[in-house]
């Protein structure tokens, strides 16, 4: 299994940046998707996850009404829309894939490398 995670960068605050997360070696519509972000010291944070049909989505509370995750299973891609970013957005962001989904990250046997957001203000 390899989940490959691209699109971050440096934004700044108010700004936006949308992250994708290509999987291979699994049955990508069989799994439901999540975003986790971290940073220096740090546990993993839920962000947010995704349903296999992506008719279902879940967020922190710290991202609602800014973020939306999405898929594509015809790419096996989950993306990360994240809008209105402020400082405190700034973390390494991972994809991860669990046959359970929710905010604890131990439901999830499948990560990504992560990928760098970096908001200034």
């Known amino acids: 299994v390899q989940l490959q995670a691209c699109g971050g960068g440096l934004a700044q605050a108010g700004g936006s940046l949308r992250l994708a997360c290509e999987a291979s070696g699994l049955t990508f519509d069989s799994y439901i998707m999540g975003w986790f972000r971290q940073t220096l010291g740090n546990k993993r944070e839920f962000v947010a996850d995704i349903s296999w049909s992506g008719g279902n989505t879940y967020y922190a509370h710290s991202v609602k009404g800014r973020f939306t995750i999405s898929r594509d299973n015809g790419k096996n891609t989950v993306y990360l829309q994240m809008n209105s970013l402020k400082p405190a957005d700034t973390a390494v962001y991972y994809c991860?894939?669990?046959?359970?989904?929710?905010?604890?990250?131990?439901?999830?046997?499948?990560w990504g490398q992560g990928t760098l957001v970096t908001v200034s203000s």
């Open positions: 991860a894939a669990s046959s359970d989904g929710g905010p604890d990250d131990n439901n999830y046997p499948y």
